[in-house]
């Protein structure tokens, strides 16, 4: 039996224009407006009780939301249902030919839960959750763990599975992130990686399109480009940046998109630098310097430059942006570096050179001074001797550990349609690197 509506989420084209309705003519109490990374928008208000309201509104036409909003229009979204007895409602349901997301209930931060599946239900989302102070016969505890992590005892012949395809993996972090995100959801997946060498990368992907349990995927050097061929079609992100880090499974098609340049943005935000209008030096002109010129190119920055030992391929790459993204964007030398330092805001690092300990400088980093904003791409290390000069002379650094982790929350949207939980995936993120940190200093 439904007990009551926990909240309600209703889609939008303008938040400026929903507002008044709910708050003059209705009478809710608005919270302040919150930017998600999940390039949306949301306002909450809370009504009679303890029930609630969100409006969501899409900042990129390009984002879940915004595909949403596109095809469906303005309307009610998501609805969170609270039951007394979800094993007796989730029955019920089934009897009516209605379709889980999962087989069963699932424990959640918000205690026990089950997801409809919006095909069954008129495309909308709806959760149900069990009311904490009824009789639950799942058998499953009506109360989440303190800690929500990867549970082996969750897994069953019907978890579907994530793959990261990259040679080797043994590095990566995401894992424990994604399964943790997964899991802590309500979502009967796994995320793992797959160590594929180059020669192997097609039959790698024929295996995983006979994989009935394969969900969706990521992709990692040195797969990024050359597995392309090898997909049914591209995002106009992945098309134009000419890489892609994300696998899409559309029914029988496998759809390459990328997600690399928006978590670079997301990040960027975070820590309160917003690229609209600032002028930026990106340094290097490979696959990473596109996905992020691409992406400050759609935010809306000033200027760019594409700094490069090989002003060839600098040359290349700016007038890929300048063409496909209308952007200002220039080739740039290394040597030219100096005199351009006082004409950007932001200097992004997008080479290796952070990965190798006797690399020479790209250039003297003894000229990175405030207000610059001064960014690296690595993570491990977590401070670059790029990092380190510019901290030390008084800018505001940044690593690529933000950007690997909303690039994370952008993919685990667009894969589930549901929102991320950011704070137990970012705590995930960092104890996976505090741990491949001590076993390396092991060694």
């Given at each position: 039996?439904?007990?009551?509506?926990?909240?309600?989420?209703?889609?939008?084209?303008?938040?400026?224009?929903?507002?008044?309705?709910?708050?003059?003519?209705?009478?809710?109490?608005?919270?302040?407006?919150?930017?998600?990374?999940?390039?949306?928008?949301?306002?909450?208000?809370?009504?009679?009780?303890?029930?609630?309201?969100?409006?969501?509104?899409?900042?990129?036409?390009?984002?879940?939301?915004?595909?949403?909003?596109?095809?469906?229009?303005?309307?009610?979204?998501?609805?969170?249902l609270e039951v007394d007895d979800i094993e007796t409602t989730l029955r019920d349901l089934e009897r009516a030919g209605v379709r889980l997301v999962d087989?069963?209930?699932?424990?959640?931060?918000?205690?026990?839960?089950?997801?409809?599946?919006?095909?069954?239900?008129?495309?909308?989302?709806?959760?149900?959750?069990?009311?904490?102070?009824?009789?639950?016969?799942?058998?499953?505890?009506?109360?989440?763990?303190?800690?929500?992590?990867?549970?082996?005892?969750?897994?069953?012949?019907?978890?579907?599975?994530?793959?990261?395809?990259?040679?080797?993996?043994?590095?990566?972090?995401?894992?424990?992130?994604?399964?943790?995100?997964?899991?802590?959801?309500?979502?009967?997946?796994?995320?793992?990686?797959?160590?594929?060498?180059?020669?192997?990368?097609?039959?790698?992907?024929?295996?995983?399109?006979?994989?009935?349990?394969?969900?969706?995927?990521?992709?990692?050097?040195?797969?990024?480009?050359?597995?392309?061929?090898?997909?049914?079609?591209?995002?106009?992100?992945?098309?134009?940046?000419?890489?892609?880090?994300?696998?899409?499974?559309?029914?029988?098609?496998?759809?390459?998109?990328?997600?690399?340049?928006?978590?670079?943005?997301?990040?960027?935000?975070?820590?309160?630098?917003?690229?609209?209008?600032?002028?930026?030096?990106?340094?290097?002109?490979?696959?990473?310097?596109?996905?992020?010129?691409?992406?400050?190119?759609?935010?809306?920055?000033?200027?760019?430059?594409?700094?490069?030992?090989?002003?060839?391929?600098?040359?290349?790459?700016?007038?890929?942006?300048?063409?496909?993204?209308?952007?200002?964007?220039?080739?740039a030398a290394l040597t030219e570096v100096a005199a351009l330092l006082s004409r950007v805001d932001l200097v992004v690092n997008a080479t290796s050179v952070?990965?190798?300990?006797?690399?020479?400088?790209?250039?003297?980093?003894?000229?990175?001074?405030?207000?610059?904003?001064?960014?690296?791409?690595?993570?491990?290390?977590?401070?670059?001797?790029?990092?380190?000069?510019?901290?030390?002379?008084?800018?505001?650094?940044?690593?690529?550990?933000?950007?690997?982790?909303?690039?994370?929350?952008?993919?685990?949207?667009?894969?589930?349609?549901?929102?991320?939980?950011?704070?137990?995936?970012?705590?995930?993120?960092?104890?996976?690197?505090?741990?491949?940190?001590?076993?390396?200093?092991?060694?």
């Open positions: 039996m439904i007990r009551r509506i926990d909240h309600i989420g209703i889609l939008v084209r303008s938040l400026a224009e929903a507002l008044p309705l709910y708050t003059d003519r209705l009478g809710f109490s608005a919270e302040p407006p919150v930017e998600l990374p999940e390039h949306h928008m949301r306002v909450q208000f809370v009504g009679m009780g303890n029930d609630r309201i969100e409006l969501l509104q899409p900042t990129s036409p390009d984002s879940a939301l915004g595909r949403v909003l596109a095809t469906r229009g303005e309307g009610l979204l998501h609805l969170c087989d069963h209930a699932r424990m959640t931060p918000h205690g026990l839960a089950a997801f409809l599946h919006p095909e069954s239900v008129g495309g909308i989302s709806i959760e149900l959750r069990q009311a904490r102070d009824s009789q639950n016969t799942t058998g499953i505890p009506s109360e989440a763990p303190a800690a929500s992590g990867p549970s082996l005892a969750r897994l069953s012949g019907r978890t579907r599975v994530v793959f990261t395809l990259g040679y080797p993996v043994a590095q990566t972090l995401s894992p424990a992130m994604m399964t943790a995100a997964f899991q802590s959801s309500g979502i009967d997946w796994v995320y793992l990686g797959w160590s594929v060498p180059p020669e192997g990368l097609a039959v790698a992907v024929e295996a995983l399109r006979a994989n009935e349990n394969f969900a969706a995927g990521n992709v990692t050097a040195p797969h990024k480009e050359t597995i392309i061929p090898l997909l049914d079609g591209l995002t106009p992100d992945a098309e134009r940046v000419g890489a892609v880090n994300v696998i899409l499974r559309e029914g029988a098609r496998f759809i390459g998109h990328t997600t690399d340049g928006h978590g670079f943005v997301a990040s960027l935000r975070e820590e309160g630098m917003e690229p609209r209008g600032k002028g930026v030096l990106i340094l290097g002109a490979g696959g990473a310097a596109k996905a992020v010129g691409f992406a400050l190119a759609d935010a809306g920055v000033g200027e760019i430059w594409i700094g490069n030992r090989t002003l060839a391929r600098a040359e290349a790459v700016a007038r890929l942006i300048a063409e496909q993204a209308g952007a200002k964007a220039h080739p952070g990965l190798q300990r006797d690399a020479s400088p790209l250039f003297d980093y003894g000229l990175l001074r405030p207000p610059l904003f001064v960014t690296d791409l690595v993570f491990s290390p977590r401070e670059t001797p790029f990092l380190r000069q510019a901290r030390a002379q008084g800018c505001q650094t940044m690593n690529g550990l933000g950007m690997l982790l909303h690039q994370a929350v952008l993919n685990f949207v667009r894969w589930t349609g549901m929102e991320a939980p950011v704070p137990l995936m970012r705590r995930f993120l960092l104890e996976a690197l505090d741990e491949r940190e001590r076993r390396g200093k092991a060694v």
